[in-house]
Each structure stands twice: as C-alpha cells, then as structure tokens.
C-alpha cells in the first residue's frame, strides 16, 4: 500500500488558529442536538436545555455531572449575568429522576445508588444558594427530580401546561430534592397534603400555591427566553420586572379559584395530626367525601414512606435547606436497604399492574424505632454539602 502523503498546512497565526479549534470544540461540545443536556452562552445568559424528551427529560447521573459544573462555572463567570434551565420536546420540563436504572443499581449494591443521590442533592444545593439569578421556565410536567432542578431557584415560571406533583410515596421513597425544605413552608398545610398524597397541581395553580413565582403563556415562553438574553444589566430586580411583565400580561385561568381553596380549611386540620395514625383518623372521623377520597389515596402509599415523609417534613420545617439534603441522604439509601422502592417501582413503572405489595402491609406495623434508624447518621458516608 502506498505510503499516505500528508502536505503541510498553511499556517495561520497561533492565536486566531487555537481560538478557531477551541471555539468550535466549545460549541460543538454543547448543542450537540443528541446530547442529553445541552449547554449554551447567549448573550449574558447561559442556558441549560434538557434534551431526553422520548424520557419526558428525566434526570439522570451523566446530566447531573454536566449541569453541576457548568452553574459553578456560570457563577463565577462576570460575563454571565443569568441562568436559564428549560426542557425540550412540549410536553415535560423534567418528569423526575431516572429512576428505573437507580433501581437496577440498588438491587445489586450497584455504587450509582449512592452517587446518585448524593450528587442529585448537591446539585439542588447549588441551585438553592446560586449567586446568579436562575430562571426555571417549567413548561410542562415537573415531578420530582425535576422540582429540583427548579424549585430552589430565584423564579419558576409556569404555563398553563405545567403538572406538578411530588409522587413518590406512590414509589416507596419520599419526597426528596429538598421536598423537607419547600414544602413544609408552603401556606398552611398544603405542603403536607401535597407530599403525602402525591396530588397533582396544574397550570396557574402551580403559582396560587406557591411552587411557581410567575405564570406565563407557553406560546410567550421564547419571547420571554429572547427578552431575558437580551437583558444589558441582569439584576435580580430587573430579571424580576420582566417577568412581572409578562406575568401581568397573561390572562389564562386568572379567574379560577385556587383548585384547593374549598378543601383548605379541611386540609388544615385534618393534615395537621403528629404521626400518619392521627391523620388516617381524623380522615375517618371527618368522613366527608374529600376526607374518604384522601383516605383511599393515602391506602395505597407505601407506609413506610408515608411515616419517613412526615417526619421529614415536620422536621426540615426548622432546618436549613443544606440539612434538609443531609438528612433526605440519609433516608434515600434507608430506602435503597429496604424492600418498597423496589416493589413500588415493580408495580407503578415496570408491571404496571398497580398493585405493590408492601412489607410491613400497615401503619401500625412501622416502629417508631425502624423510621429513628432510618434518620441516623451515615458516619463517612454522609451527605457533605
């Protein structure tokens, strides 16, 4: 075979050359149309885009560890003035984590249903203690996972295709991401109700409980995208006029009544028992018909994750957001030892069948002594923000 001759190049200057390669490694590094996350610059604004729509744009590990150092990057950059997070495809913002290969990592003591967790959790905290004002535009379904991405931020924007929900004791686990933080300070009990029953809030609702800071038509949302990039001095307070611009502006649902006002005074007192034997029993003793719709929701969680989630609420209602994330740590590997993830997983994600079988079966059955150990300290292995 003959011997390939390669000609020299021209040379160009050094610098223009370097710059050349490294602009186009930059570039073609982050938009890249088939990677899962794509990270952009445009003008002051750096732009984080999750891209796994055939996934509703589902959390996973390699996303979290691109995000995480980019926002630290952004933070420190003085050309960056605001971050933006959205999703693509029109029908998710972020539908949660990636929990079906956490499963199969926790299942054979894989290292992922550790790290997972423990960098999900960081990345909530670099979202709720961000220097830099962070936009999340949750256009779409936001549960879980993807309520962390957002909900620690300076602004949330929801349309009026925005689902919320925190379903997670549908699953064996609980309202993690920092659901101990936010939650519990939501207006009176709604927080409690919303995390234990796994209810779903939509459109302006999302706002009228105060998950969302500003709701915006989802047909505005690139306008919006434009007018925040084009921002010469990106102050949290300039960020926030234009978003009460459009806030102002949209008209959809403003005369609907917050979906939960009839039930509030209801949900005050029924949800404010001190353990779930009390609340299960002011829903019997209520026996309205919201009281017996409450109670057959609440008969299908796992009953272990409904004790871990109000202690976890009742306790992170006093504690910083950073010992929220410890302490949900704790409890995310309690559930990767214990047998309701997995089955709630199996039932609700993989079967389908909608019938978990959960071991202990009843409230009664879940010690006080279990749901301590569940809380306690992991030692070196703590969640260490």
Request: glycine share 8%; hydrophobic share 40%; proline share 5%.
């Amino acid at each position: 075979m003959a011997a390939r001759v390669l000609r020299p190049l021209p040379r160009p200057k050094p610098f223009n050359r370097l710059q050349i390669i490294l602009q186009h490694l930059k570039i073609s590094k982050q938009t890249d149309s088939t990677a899962e996350v794509l990270l952009e610059k445009k003008g002051g604004a750096g732009i984080i885009t999750l891209n796994r729509p055939k996934a509703l744009n589902a959390l996973n590990l390699p996303m979290i560890r691109q995000i995480y150092p980019q926002i630290k990057t952004w933070e420190k950059d003085p050309e960056t003035f605001l971050i933006i997070i959205k999703g693509t495809g029109g029908k998710a913002f972020c539908a949660g984590g990636d929990i079906r290969a956490i499963t199969d990592a926790g299942k054979v003591g894989n290292k992922l249903a550790q790290d997972f967790f423990k960098e999900e959790y960081t990345l909530n905290n670099a979202i709720g203690t961000c220097k830099k004002p962070y936009v999340a535009l949750i256009d779409g379904i936001t549960m879980g996972g993807g309520v962390g991405l957002s909900v620690h931020g300076h602004f949330r924007v929801a349309t009026e295709k925005t689902v919320f929900a925190m379903p997670e004791t549908a699953i064996g686990l609980f309202p993690d991401v920092g659901g101990g933080y936010f939650l519990p300070r939501l207006s009176g009990k709604v927080g409690y109700y919303l995390a234990l029953t796994g209810f779903r809030l939509k459109g302006r609702d999302v706002l009228k409980a105060g998950i969302a800071t500003h709701f915006v038509e989802s047909e505005k949302l690139p306008a919006l995208e434009k007018d925040l990039i084009a921002l010469k001095s990106s102050s949290t307070e300039n960020i926030e006029d234009l978003l009460n611009s459009y806030h102002m502006k949209s008209k959809a649902d403003e005369e609907k009544d917050f979906v939960l006002d009839e039930h509030m005074e209801k949900i005050n007192s029924l949800f404010s028992g001190n353990s779930m034997e009390e609340i299960v029993k002011n829903l019997k003793q209520d026996g309205s018909a919201f009281a017996i719709k409450q109670l057959e929701t609440i008969s299908k969680m796992s009953p272990t994750s409904l004790k871990l989630t109000l202690r976890q609420l009742r306790e992170g209602a006093s504690m910083s957001l950073q010992d929220v994330l410890t302490m949900e740590y704790r409890l995310s590997q309690a559930c990767m030892r214990g047998p309701d993830f997995y089955e709630g997983v199996r039932a609700v994600l993989i079967d389908r069948d909608q019938s978990p079988r959960w071991k202990p079966a009843a409230l009664e059955e879940v010690s006080d002594e279990f749901v301590d150990d569940c809380f306690k300290p992991l030692g070196s292995n703590d969640l260490k923000l």
